[in-house]
Structure formats: C-alpha cells, structure tokens
C-alpha cells in the first residue's frame, strides 16, 4: 500500500473515499486526486483529521484543499460508514460459509445493482462466485 499509493493500509479506506473510487461507487471529494489524497492523510492520519484542520482556521491546510474538504462535508459524513469493513459480525464456521457459484435471486441482485450504482462491484463479485465454483466443479 505504502508503495503504490503512499498512504498506509489502515489508511486506504479513507484514501478511497477521499479520491474516489468509481469501481465501488465513490464519488470522492471533488477536486481531490491520488497525490492530494495521500498528501492530506500523510499530514492529518485519516478523514477525521482532514475535516478538523479544514475547520481550524489556524491549521496550515491551503485555501484551495480546505475549501474542498468543507464543500464534501455530507459526502464525508456518510463515505466513511460505507466504506469501513465490518468487523464485528458473529459468523458461523465450516461449510456455513462455503460461497455459492450465483447468487440466490440475480433478478432482485441486478436490481439493487442499478438502484444503488454498484453494477461494476456486482459483476466483478458474480464473476468472481462463478470462477470458484467452476473451480470446485459446481
């Protein structure tokens, strides 16, 4: 991670949500690409750091990147919620969490796909489910 995009792993989710991401349905922060994403969380750790300095009008975050962040502030009230991985789930164990080859209903999956603009993750996720089940010869 450090190499390829200059933020630490812990860092990607809010590099993502800063810079966007149209694979996952991200808008980002207008204006806001790679270097500057990585510049801000190199400065200020992560998203909550970035929105407190555009707020202190002491912070030495520019006019340009401050006026950005504060412009997104709805978008990064909710991104990071979105975006953050569960970790909390209480999963079953063994063959309760074998993948399937398809998913159970792909007309209402599609459906959700559109209505939420995640057509690209879902058809790299089927596409993915059916590579492993033709690699189990299901």
């Known amino acids: 991670m450090l190499e390829k995009y200059a933020v630490r792993a812990d860092q990607y989710a809010d590099f993502a949500t800063l810079r966007g991401d149209a694979s996952d349905g991200l808008p980002g922060v207008k204006g806001v690409g790679e270097k500057t994403a990585a510049s801000l969380l190199q400065k200020y750790d ?9 707020e202190d009008p002491g912070s030495d975050l520019g006019p340009g990147p401050r006026a950005k962040i504060k412009d997104a502030a709805p978008y990064l009230e909710v991104a990071p919620r979105v975006v953050a991985v569960a970790r909390d789930l209480d999963l079953p164990r063994g063959d309760a969490l074998a993948l399937p080859a398809s998913p159970a209903d792909p007309g209402l999956l599609a459906e959700l796909a559109e209505r939420w603009g995640l057509s690209s993750p879902v058809t790299r996720l089927t596409g993915v489910l059916a590579a492993l089940g ?4 299901m």
């Open 46 to 54: 992560d998203i909550a750091g970035v929105r407190a300095a555009a």
């Open 134 to 137: 033709d690699a189990r010869g």
